[in-house]
């Protein structure tokens, strides 16, 4: 028995990373998908490997930044496979990057477009179809960076913040329909977005996001699949509203409190252990 | 196949409520469970039902209060199924009430060891047996009063948030052993905590806690037990230091934003333009 069994879901960015493994994985649970990318080809070999775990799964080019294109997906799951319960606002890219003066205008549009706008049109084109069936879950992928701020990533870290908030907003509205609306906060995970241009490429920023969190090693695609399934699934029945880290304990700390077995930077300041008494005492 | 097979688990105030629902369902997971409670009677039914689901339990009467009873509690896991892979440190009460000025020295240290002391305990004496193990997860009931003011009692309130804060300084420590520190911030959940002492009891609690939060029904103990489950299994393998809100969505609008604003001070819909333009 599968944890989607009956359901039907539209997975964004589902030719690579995480929306790939979301797809293979509730592809696994029992769901229908609808594996919703620009990129065709990787799409393609989603659909294939969906299938080959147990699922049924069709591709649909989108480019999520187009109200068209998300009518489409939304009317491809429906003609497909009769109805909607998931969509997960997933597909993404780095965005504008660098220094904020150097930003263009042109290229902030584009990077709120796609990584923002396209989550407010997936929400808005799928509520419909989830009230007909008397209630739905809406996932999305925000970002650590939409609750930190990472230097050089401006444009993306106000659209995943905007995201993080859109989420809050559009939960308290839809809850009367019994439709869900939650996003994920991945820490370092790695995909494509990060190493594909990456020289030394994918195991180059294995080793990098080794040691970039509490836990010892890099997050997986698969690492924001599991969630995404919990999201979904009617496990999740009363969660609504909510921002889901995923980042390994990296956003636990502050920029300080990093390393050390003592839980921080408390290594330089204080004792190694023991207690630490009024400061006039020697 | 179990989402928790080979898995042991200790599941503080599994007698009744959040406990209770959390050790039935990860038994029916597949997992062994020490069920440690003050109340005999409920903790041996909670036992009971865990079986009828499927899976190993025991009971081990346990005031959280005492750290020797934490500790007995995690041997006791280890002396029954070999081994400590989860601990849900779930025990709580409201503790002290009223206003601040009324509340004693008493009643807030026996709130704070029983809600926030109990919770350092059990991460101190399980985390030498999860080493043992190679890893574990660890997970506390903390609760949306540990996010906002206003949402429960004074000492309730500064625990929880302490709870939450708890969970993140030790997840930092505890990375490298693969050893997880999570909590899960419950709303409005109808148990016997919140309606034993109520009058009126369960029904009335039911009909006020669906009325608080966006979703229109009250929370129930098994939406807390599956967060538990996805806390406990290998599916949050990467996932460390968080506080998981399950609210039905009471905490993610403002006050103000439940219908208040919509009609009154907003338009209902359209586009509000720049300030000096007519409507």
């Known amino acids: ?282 | 196949m179990g989402r928790l097979d080979g898995k042991v688990a200790v599941i503080t105030g599994a007698a009744s409520g959040i406990g209770r629902a959390t050790a039935v369902r990860f038994a029916g997971e597949g997992a062994a469970v020490v069920i440690a409670d003050l109340n005999a009677e409920g903790g041996e039914a909670a036992m009971r039902e865990a079986r009828e689901n499927g899976g190993r339990a025991v009971f081990q009467k346990t005031n959280v209060e005492r750290g020797e009873d934490i500790k007995a509690a995690v041997d006791r896991a280890v002396k029954e199924f070999g081994r400590l892979d989860i601990i849900f440190n779930n025990a709580g009460l409201g503790g002290a009430v009223g206003p601040i000025e009324e509340t004693t020295f008493e009643n807030w240290d026996r709130t704070m060891a029983i809600l926030l002391r109990a919770v350092f305990a059990g991460i101190k004496f399980s985390v030498p047996e999860m080493r043992k193990v190679g890893g574990g997860s660890i997970i506390s009931t903390a609760s949306v009063a540990g996010l906002r003011g206003g949402a429960g009692p004074h000492a309730y309130s500064a625990a929880k948030a302490a709870v939450i804060n708890l969970t993140r300084s030790v997840a930092i420590e505890l990375g490298k052993d693969r050893i997880r520190v999570n909590c899960i911030c419950p709303g409005g959940i109808v148990t016997p905590l919140i309606y034993s002492r109520l009058p009126g009891g369960e029904p009335v609690a039911q009909q006020f806690f669906s009325q608080i939060q966006p979703i229109p029904r009250a929370g129930r103990p098994d939406d807390i037990a599956a967060m538990a489950l996805f806390l406990a299994s290998d599916d949050s393998e990467w996932v460390t230091g968080t506080a998981m809100v399950v609210d039905g969505g009471l905490t993610a609008g403002s006050p103000l934003s439940r219908e208040r604003m919509q009609g009154r001070v907003m338009p209902t819909g359209g586009f509000a333009g720049p300030s000096f333009e007519k409507q």
Request: with cysteine.
């Open chain 1, 1 to 282: 028995m599968g944890r989607l069994d009956g359901k039907v879901a539209i997975i964004t960015g589902g030719a690579s990373g995480m929306g790939r493994a979301t797809s293979i994985l509730f592809a696994g649970e029992g769901a229908a998908v609808v594996v919703a990318d620009l990129n065709k080809d990787g799409g393609e070999a989603t659909v294939r490997d969906c299938k080959e775990n147990g699922g049924r799964a069709v591709f649909q080019k989108t480019d999520v930044s187009m109200e068209a294109e998300i009518k489409a997906m939304v009317a491809r799951a429906i003609k497909e496979f009769g109805r909607l319960d998931v969509t997960y606002n997933n597909a993404g890219i780095g965005g504008a990057v660098g220094p904020l003066e150097n930003i263009s205008v042109e290229d902030w549009d584009k990077s709120q477009a796609v990584l923002l706008k396209s989550v407010f049109l997936g929400i808005k084109h799928s509520v419909p179809e989830m009230r007909k069936v008397g209630g739905g879950s809406i996932v999305s992928t925000a970002s650590i960076a939409g609750i930190r701020g990472f230097a050089g990533l401006h444009a993306y870290c106000a659209a995943k913040a905007g995201v993080v908030n859109l989420t809050r907003s559009a939960s308290l509205e839809f809850a009367k329909d019994k439709i869900r609306i939650n996003c994920i906060c991945p820490g370092g995970i790695n995909t494509p977005i990060l190493h594909r241009n990456q020289p030394g490429g994918r195991e180059a920023v294995e080793e990098f996001l080794k040691n970039s969190q509490p836990l010892p090693r890099a997050g997986h695609p698969e690492d924001i699949a599991a969630m995404a399934l919990f999201l979904a699934s009617d496990d999740s029945m009363f969660v609504t509203g909510q921002a889901m880290i995923v980042d390994g304990g990296m956003t636990v700390g502050a920029s300080f409190g990093r390393g050390g077995g003592d839980g921080g930077a408390t290594g330089i300041a204080l004792p190694p252990a023991g207690f630490v008494g009024p400061s006039f005492e020697k």
